[in-house]
């Protein structure tokens, strides 16, 4: 199986349309609600579908249409838990028998061969996630158009290739598919979203270390505008309010400075061993000018029971003690073992106890893993008789990709993402007895450079007022015109000018 560096998926080479002989069987999932008519003209356009009809079935999850759905041609299950769209998708997915889940509107019309575009994908590699060529149209038979941000991002991308982290963004439920297994992997779809759970779903699908590949042959007409196309603000103003708590990467949407998110950016992992050189590692973590972290902490936890103890001389009173200390911080959870991914968190750092992390050791890592897509930043911390002391930054797509093939994992990602050194020192990581103390109160920083603001406006504008009344002075007319008052006049002018331009500095 060809591995992909990033998302660049050119060196991939599927097979002419109707040139091969596919051998996976396809489920072709409609989500749908009150909407028969659409049906009606979707699923018949599925049985003209050159993919052999022995390989592919057809499941529509009716949300709770009224009367139900009955469709010919097509399999429907009903929704019995929850109601939207992620809840349709998912109990339409769990019932497909498949080896690959295409994902399909109810108000969609294919070209005969679209199915089989799509398929020849994911018999190349089984990481795929296919994006069909969609184009908005009035009535059925025009030709269309795609959406402007689609037509933009394919565009400026090579058409995904080089886009990096970032592909998962044109992930649509309006046509996409994706091998069952890999569905699974990333954890099915969230049943608890009813708009934007293709563009969340395709973040964990990213995590999961997929390839997303538009595929221009596999073409396909939307019967009426999106719900975007009519209310793009609306839409963005509902999405937009749990998106932020599920997608890490938007990172505009991450503004606010203190507050705490369901899905990290950074999961932190701590070894637990001594309390002190525990806690020193984990509080810097979470002090630490990226914010958006939380820390697992790795320990026999399962060995602190409730029976009667000495408090001090407990054999495991350090264990104890930092499971009071975290207990109630909600950005620190407890492990038995390391977290085999930090998914849906795109990075993982992995730091010995002891080590403090300096008040922008994350954020920088972060960057510089972030300036070329690297998939392992390996940070030198000491070298002792034991041999080199590490932390590792991992990004969490780089290695579950890494993990579907046979091989050292650092290798492969290394191949496919690329890995660097850096220096512990370099990026402010001390050992607890030579780091700075956690000190400084981030509210209070900016209370006082809010304050320091408001006088350099009040200085600007006392500067505006008296260079204003400067170039009122030096414009009127000499008292007299005597040759040597003119003269005077004009030197005095001419520090007037002078005044003037050191006044237009300091504003």
Avoid at 120 to 145: C, K, M, S, Y
Avoid at 310 to 326: E, F, G, I, Q
Avoid at 420 to 439: D, F, H, I, K, R
Wanted: hydrophobic share 40%.
């Amino acid at each position: 199986m060809t591995r992909i560096r990033h998302n660049d998926y050119g060196g991939l080479r599927p097979p002419a349309l109707g040139a091969w002989e596919p051998s996976l069987r396809v489920s072709v999932v409609i989500p749908a609600y009150n909407c028969a008519e659409a049906l009606g003209r979707t699923v018949p356009a599925l049985a003209r579908q050159t993919y052999p009809a022995e390989l592919m079935e057809v499941v529509v999850a009716d949300d709770g249409s009224e009367p139900p759905l009955d469709v010919p041609g097509a399999r429907v299950v009903r929704v019995a838990d929850g109601w939207g769209r992620g809840a349709a998708r998912q109990t339409g997915q769990l019932a497909a028998t498949g080896d690959v889940i295409h994902w399909l509107d109810s108000d969609m019309l294919l070209s005969d061969d679209h199915i089989e575009a799509h398929m020849r994908w994911h018999h190349l590699i089984d990481h795929a996630v296919v994006i069909g060529e969609t184009r908005f149209v009035e009535q059925p038979g025009e030709e269309g158009v795609q959406s402007e941000y689609t037509a933009k991002t394919l565009e400026s991308s090579r058409r995904l290739k080089d886009a990096g982290a970032s592909a998962y963004l044109l992930h649509t439920g309006a046509s996409s598919s994706v091998r069952a297994d890999l569905l699974r992997a990333a954890g099915g779809v969230d049943t608890s979203l009813n708009m934007a759970e293709d563009t969340e779903l395709g973040w964990r699908l990213a995590q999961a270390g997929a390839v997303f590949i538009p595929d221009a042959e596999a073409r396909a007409w939307h019967v009426g505008p999106s719900t975007v196309m009519l209310r793009e603000k609306e839409v963005h103003r509902h999405n937009w309010s749990y998106l932020g708590d599920l997608i890490p990467d938007l990172r505009w949407l991450r503004s606010h400075p203190r507050r705490h998110w369901r899905v990290p950016y950074v999961r932190v992992v701590v070894a637990a061993t001594a309390y002190e050189e525990t806690r020193a590692t984990v509080d810097s973590a979470l002090a630490g000018t990226l914010t958006d972290a939380a820390v697992t902490l790795v320990g026999p936890w399962d060995k602190l029971t409730d029976e009667r103890r000495s408090n001090l001389d407990d054999p495991l009173l350090d264990l104890r003690l930092l499971h009071n200390l975290y207990a109630h911080e909600p950005r620190v959870s407890f492990a038995e073992s390391v977290p085999p991914s930090a998914s849906p968190a795109p990075f993982l750092l992995s730091v010995p106890a002891g080590w403090v992390l300096g008040a922008d050791t994350l954020s920088r890592l972060v960057r510089h893993a972030d300036r070329d897509l690297l998939g392992l930043v390996s940070v030198a911390l000491s070298e002792g008789a034991s041999g080199v002391a590490t932390a590792r930054l991992e990004r969490t797509a780089a290695f579950a990709r890494a993990a579907l093939f046979e091989g050292a994992a650092d290798d492969l990602v290394d191949e496919m993402f690329g890995s660097e050194w850096v220096s512990g020192a370099e990026y402010g990581l001390a050992v607890a007895e030579e780091a700075e103390p956690l000190a400084g109160d981030p509210a209070k920083w900016r209370a006082l450079a809010g304050e320091r603001l408001a006088e350099v406006k009040k200085l600007r504008a006392e500067v505006q007022r008296l260079a204003a009344e400067v170039e009122r002075l030096s414009a009127e007319p000499p008292a007299d015109d005597r040759s040597g008052d003119r003269a005077g006049d004009r030197n005095g002018r001419g520090g007037l000018s002078s005044l003037i331009r050191l006044l237009r500095s300091a504003g």
